[in-house]
């Protein structure tokens, strides 16, 4: 179980988390939502695997 969760939840969850929210700096506020279609296919990807 250990090993599932740290070679494949963990980074498909992170994968997940990066995707969401937003950076806040003194030069301004970065959106971390994917802006590609290939971007929004690897959260896809992350989120079926999670899912299965």
């Known amino acids: 179980m250990q090993d599932l969760m740290a070679w494949v939840l963990d980074p498909a969850a992170g994968v997940i988390w990066r995707s969401a929210g937003t950076i806040t700096t003194m030069d301004g506020t970065e959106d971390?939502?994917?802006?590609?279609?290939?971007?929004?296919?690897?959260?896809?990807?992350?989120a079926s695997v999670i899912s299965e």
């Open 32 to 46: 971390l939502a994917p802006t590609t279609a290939e971007g929004w296919d690897r959260v896809r990807h992350a």
